[in-house]
């Protein structure tokens, strides 16, 4: 090595430790469910438990092993029970973006930012959309942050 660092020779990768960006997970909504969340009626959201969405909130998830964790959640297996058994652990997400629909960035009016607190698999509220006796994701809302 000539002993120049990364920064001065660009073939050498860099091996700095980079800054983490907070991760968020963005649920458009139709305007009830906006509008509701918006005025902290709603304090959670559903999710259908399915293929799309286990991927999406889950790390890891290799495809051959999601039949086998979608039957065991519909069984009544928990979050930490999938963790522990499969070692899928819910994805880390700092914030939930929360819009009306697919609005422009630009569009403030129709763009909620909300703490994460985490997510559920269980039956959700009737009055926010959930059917009876259904499991769902559960992602649960936390205070608007400015």
């Given at each position: 090595m000539?002993?120049?660092n990364a920064l001065e020779n660009?073939?050498?990768p860099d091996l700095r430790i980079a800054e983490v960006m907070p991760s968020c997970l963005r649920l458009p909504l139709i305007a009830k469910w906006f509008e509701m969340t918006e005025q902290r009626i709603k304090l959670e959201d559903y999710r259908e438990i399915n293929e799309y969405w286990l991927k999406r909130l889950f790390s890891n998830c290799e495809k051959?092993?999601?039949p086998d964790i979608l039957e065991n959640i519909n069984r009544g297996w928990s979050i930490e029970s999938i963790g522990d058994y499969y070692l899928h652990?819910?994805?880390r997400f700092d914030f939930n973006v929360m819009t009306l629909g697919y609005p422009k960035a630009t569009d403030s009016k129709r763009i909620l930012k909300?703490?994460?607190k985490?997510?559920?698999?269980?039956t959700g509220n009737q009055d926010w959309g959930a059917v009876p006796n259904k499991l769902y994701f559960v992602i649960?809302?936390?205070d608007v942050i400015a």
């Open positions: 000539n002993g120049k660009p073939t050498q051959e092993m999601i652990f819910p994805k909300l703490e994460h985490g997510i559920e698999i269980r649960v809302h936390g």
